[in-house]
């Protein structure tokens, strides 16, 4: 079993930056593929980006590329996630995720989750 770990929330300015961490615990952490999710206001939990085990590959929802950068180190078992230039839109809970699967944006492939991070971006 992994537990995870989500934070860095908080309030950002609409075209600053904010980098959430999700620290995990458990020996194999780099043998799991994460990803994070959202969870905005009115909307399902919706696919953020995800990233391999060894960090070799990184997938991107259409909304938040080019502006959001999935990362990970595995010595210290955390995977980030850098947001630059938030947008009002993205505000909402913020959740990390563990999979088997590689390069997936289904949530229901996700194993385990962290209790999630608030990001709240102002106009």
């Known amino acids: 079993q992994v537990q995870l770990a989500e934070s860095g929330g908080g309030l950002v300015q609409a075209g600053g930056s904010l980098r959430l961490s999700c620290a995990a615990s458990g020996r194999t952490f780099s043998s799991y593929n994460m990803g994070w999710f959202r969870h905005t206001p009115g909307k399902e939990r919706e696919f953020v980006a995800t990233i391999s085990w060894n960090g070799g590959r990184t997938y991107y929802a259409d909304s938040v590329k080019g502006r959001f950068t999935i990362s990970r180190d595995n010595a210290k078992n955390t995977v980030y996630l850098q947001m630059n230039s938030p947008k009002p839109e993205d505000t909402g809970v913020y959740y990390c995720?563990?999979?088997?699967?590689?390069?997936?944006?289904?949530?229901?492939?996700?194993?385990?989750w962290g209790q999630g991070t608030q990001v709240t971006v102002s106009s």
């Open positions: 995720a563990v999979t088997r699967v590689t390069m997936t944006t289904r949530y229901e492939d996700y194993d385990y």
